[in-house]
Every structure is written in structure tokens, then in C-alpha cells.
């Protein structure tokens, strides 16, 4: 890769990471899902009217909109509510990685191999540690509903690798336009009325920065800046650059909020990075053999989710 590309593959990264703490310092400002529906909302208008017409079947944009927008990421906005740390939270959500390995395996005949596996079974004990380190002082159910957001977006890669979308950046503004009805009505049923009223009418230039950098920086420059990556160079050139958004993601907790990072955190961070990037890799590896770089949501197996993390090849977080 020429070094102009190398440094927007981390800047990328460093957008998705950073991401995590600007979600846990809108959920002071938002309620979760009115939030996660503001950022799709944000994020599909007006790009929608500049991407042109969808590239894929609209089962393929309406299920990817619904596992990938209402369930995952509805998940991690009330896991972060509820107290998931915004460092740990762009840490543990990587174990999408494994969910995608298994999930394909199930839903398209994907056999892993030994080094994939061994690699699912690293990540595997880094989500043990980090779940006794939180268990020990943090909300347990907060760090369940992130794993929970983690397994979702493992479908929605399986959905996406299912799709084959050839251009990221316009299936991804497409998937936006799903979730906003169905979020916009859990917000109503759940958080209520008076609470999103409340929320919308306090929103000041903070609010509207926050949700700005959510859906355009991480969403829109993110997804299509990374579809650009995987047009000219191999996922597995790519992908491993999703692997610095947990870096990126605990640092600027650690800097901007005062998180503290304990021994148990650093060895989960260790065990987790280390067994996302053996799984993978390896899949990385298999699809550039195959001569298939057509990923376009970052999943963290091949190349990342689109937010976000692109696909066939890992992806963020975007996100």
C-alpha cells in the first residue's frame, strides 16, 4: 500500500475508535435508540439522493437495515447507557469477528481452519477475562447486551457477504434508510414521548456536532473511504487496519473520559486483538487466494462493517 493510502487506512481506524467515546458522550445528550435512529437519519439524507439507485436486491438493504441498524446497534447504544464502558465497549464488540466465522460456517458452508479456530478460541477467552474484569465492578447485562450487539453484526456480515454489494459506500447509505422508523417507534414505546421531546428540544450545537460525527465522519466518510481501500488493494492488506480500533478506541477513553484500564482489561485487549487477528487474517488470506476482495462492510473476518465498521474483509466497528 503507498503511504497516502496506509495513513487513510488508520485514519479510518482512529475515526471508528474515537467513535466509541463520542457515543457514550451523546448518550448524555440522546436517549439510546432516538440517538442510534438521529445517526441513520443523519447518515441517509441527503447522501441518499447523491449515491445513485441500489446496487442489491432490497431483501439484502432491508435485512442488513434491520439486524445491522435496530438490533445491533440498538444493543450497544442501551449496553453504553447502562454503563458499558465506551473503551471496553470498542474492545469487546470485535468478537464479532469469531460470530461471523460461526455464522458463515453454519449459513454458508464456510469450514474453518485450524488457524481460524484456534484464533476463535483466543478471542473466545479474551471475552472471558474482560467479563470477569467487568463482572468485578461493572454492570454484567451492559456487557451481555454489547455482546449481544456483537453477535448481530456477525448476521448482518453473513447478510452482507450474502449481498455482495459492489460499491460500500451506496449499500451502506441504502442500509441507513432502514432503521429509522423502526428505532424512531422502540424509542417511542420505550423511552417515551416526554423523554425524546425533551432530548430534541435541549439539542444545541454539541448535540448536533455529536450527531453529525456519528453518522457522516464515521458512517459516511468512514464506509466509502474504506470502500475505496478494498477497490485498490487486497482485503488482506486491508483488513488488519481494523484491528486499531479497539487501540484507538480504549486510548481516547482513557484520554477524554478517564477511563482506567486494569491489568485484567489489558490481558482481555491482548487475548481478544490477538485471536480477532489470527481469524481474521486467515480469512484474509483465503479470500485474496480466491481472488474475491469484493467486502464491503469492515466485519473484522476479512476485511471490516461498514461500520462501521466494510465487508468481506474485518471490519468497526464503523461504529
Excluded at 63 to 82: E, N, Q, S, Y
Excluded at 144 to 171: M, Y
Excluded at 291 to 297: E, K
Amino acid at each position: 500500500m503507498r503511504p497516502l493510502h496506509i495513513a487513510l487506512a488508520a485514519l479510518v481506524a482512529a475515526v471508528w475508535g474515537v467513535n466509541f467515546v463520542v457515543i457514550e458522550v451523546g448518550l448524555g445528550h440522546f436517549p439510546p435508540l432516538l440517538f442510534s435512529a438521529l445517526r441513520f437519519l443523519v447518515a441517509a439524507l441527503p447522501a441518499v439522493f447523491f449515491v445513485g439507485r441500489p446496487k442489491v436486491a432490497w431483501k439484502w438493504i432491508v435485512g442488513v437495515g434491520l439486524v445491522l441498524g435496530v438490533a445491533k446497534f440498538g444493543l450497544l447504544f442501551i449496553g453504553m447507557d447502562r454503563g458499558m464502558p465506551a473503551g471496553l465497549s470498542s474492545l469487546v464488540l470485535q468478537v464479532q469477528a469469531v460470530f461471523t466465522a460461526l455464522f458463515a460456517a453454519l449459513a454458508l458452508g464456510e469450514r474453518p481452519g485450524r488457524i481460524r479456530v484456534l484464533g476463535m478460541m483466543v478471542a473466545l477467552a479474551g471475552i472471558g477475562v474482560a467479563a470477569v474484569d467487568e463482572g468485578a465492578g461493572g454492570p454484567v447485562l451492559a456487557f451481555v447486551l454489547v455482546i449481544a450487539a456483537a453477535a448481530c453484526w456477525g448476521v448482518s456480515n453473513v447478510l452482507t457477504r450474502k449481498a455482495a454489494p459492489p460499491d460500500s459506500l451506496n449499500f451502506m447509505v441504502w442500509v441507513s434508510t432502514v432503521p429509522v422508523l423502526p428505532l424512531l417507534g422502540l424509542s417511542l414505546l420505550f423511552e417515551g414521548w416526554d423523554r425524546d421531546a425533551d432530548a430534541l428540544a435541549a439539542l444545541d450545537w454539541s448535540g448536533v456536532g455529536i450527531i453529525v460525527y456519528v453518522a457522516w465522519i464515521t458512517t459516511v466518510f468512514g464506509f466509502g473511504a474504506w470502500g475505496f481501500l478494498l477497490r485498490h488493494h487486497p482485503a488482506s492488506s486491508v483488513a488488519p487496519f481494523t484491528l486499531l480500533v479497539p487501540v484507538f478506541g480504549m486510548s481516547a477513553a482513557a484520554l477524554l473520559l478517564g477511563e482506567s484500564v486494569s491489568p485484567l482489561r489489558w490481558c482481555a485487549a491482548a487475548l481478544l486483538v490477538g485471536g480477532v487477528a489470527l481469524t481474521s487474517l486467515a480469512g484474509a488470506r483465503r479470500t485474496g487466494r480466491a481472488a474475491s476482495d469484493r467486502a464491503p462492510v469492515p466485519d473484522g473476518n476479512a476485511g471490516p462493517a461498514e461500520p462501521e465498521t466494510p465487508e468481506p474483509a474485518p471490519r468497526p466497528a464503523r461504529t
